[in-house]
């Protein structure tokens, strides 16, 4: 599968690392995003279906989620496009954060939400006290992770080999006999489950390391040589094609002011 329609990337990050971003998205206009980082979303205008460890939903204008690092969404646009707004917390953000039962923050993190909604009912145009005490509550969550209990176990098999080899991904071949189904029968569980191919599924992985090891200040040639792709301009048309900006472009710190009003 092969995202279609205009996608526009935009984004800025603050001297912690915190990634603030805004994707515009035209008509029926599909996105495949896979941070590498825990990351708040915000549909700020126009509806969108999510396609997320074998749910679907359609989420309205308003509707906040929080996405682990590494998880992949197939998000599609309906036809009068639509606006997200994204928060990125970096590893280094999140290190040394005391974990919190899910339970104890329940009413700490609507509250946080409840005033950002109130400023911002499109999702905040920037980072500042309000939205930083979310991102702080956030920090302490338990982050359970459910994805094994929820996808197939060929699947997970499969998922488990492409995220060890993803610098060299298996070939079918061998993503079936290791998941111990037919090709068939993997890639239409695969993509019933998350939305994509195998061979989808392992270029998002790639391009969201890659995003990780741009925003740390790695060269763009490195990336490339340390995720197998050919040179760094394999790399940049992939990314492009998928995250809706240029590696150089995604690279480059811009002040915050750049994401107002977006």
């Known amino acids: 599968m092969h995202p279609r329609g205009a996608v526009r990337f935009e984004h800025a990050r603050d001297r912690r690392g915190v990634e603030h971003a805004i994707v515009r998205m035209e008509g029926e206009s599909v996105w495949l995003h896979m941070p590498s980082v825990t990351t708040l979303a915000w549909v700020s205008e126009g509806r969108v279906q999510v396609h997320r460890r074998g749910t679907r939903g359609v989420l309205?204008?308003?509707?906040?989620r929080r996405i682990g690092g590494f998880e992949l969404e197939v998000i599609r646009a309906e036809p009068g496009g639509a606006r997200l707004t994204l928060i990125s917390l970096p590893r280094s953000f999140l290190r040394g954060a005391r974990t919190v039962p899910h339970e104890q923050l329940t009413d700490a993190t609507e509250?946080?939400?409840?005033?950002?909604?109130?400023?911002?009912?499109?999702?905040?145009?920037?980072?500042?006290?309000d939205v930083d005490s979310l991102v702080d509550l956030v920090r302490h969550v338990d982050h359970?992770?459910?994805?094994?209990?929820?996808?197939?176990?060929?699947?997970?098999?499969?998922?488990?080999?492409?995220?060890?080899?993803h610098r060299s991904p298996p070939t079918l071949d061998e993503l079936a006999g290791v998941a111990r189904t037919t090709k068939?029968?993997?890639?239409?569980?695969?993509?019933?489950?998350?939305?994509?191919?195998?061979?989808?599924?392992?270029?998002?992985?790639?391009?969201?390391?890659?995003?990780?090891?741009?925003?740390?200040?790695?060269?763009?040639?490195?990336?490339?040589?340390?995720?197998?792709?050919?040179?760094?301009?394999?790399?940049?048309?992939?990314?492009?094609?998928?995250?809706?900006?240029?590696?150089t472009d995604y690279a480059r710190p811009r002040p915050l002011a750049l994401a107002r009003g977006a």
């Open 184 to 247: 068939l029968q993997l890639v239409r569980s695969f993509h019933a489950h998350h939305g994509v191919v195998p061979h989808t599924f392992v270029l998002c992985l790639r391009l969201a390391i890659a995003r990780t090891m741009l925003a740390s200040g790695r060269r763009e040639t490195e990336a490339a040589h340390a995720l197998g792709f050919p040179d760094a301009a394999a790399l940049s048309r992939e990314f492009r094609r998928i995250v809706g900006v240029s590696p």
């Open 144 to 165: 359970d992770d459910d994805h094994d209990e929820l996808e197939p176990a060929p699947v997970r098999r499969a998922r488990h080999l492409l995220e060890t080899w």
């Open 60 to 64: 309205s204008r308003g509707a906040v």
């Open 111 to 129: 509250s946080a939400l409840a005033r950002i909604r109130e400023r911002w009912p499109d999702g905040p145009p920037v980072l500042d006290r």
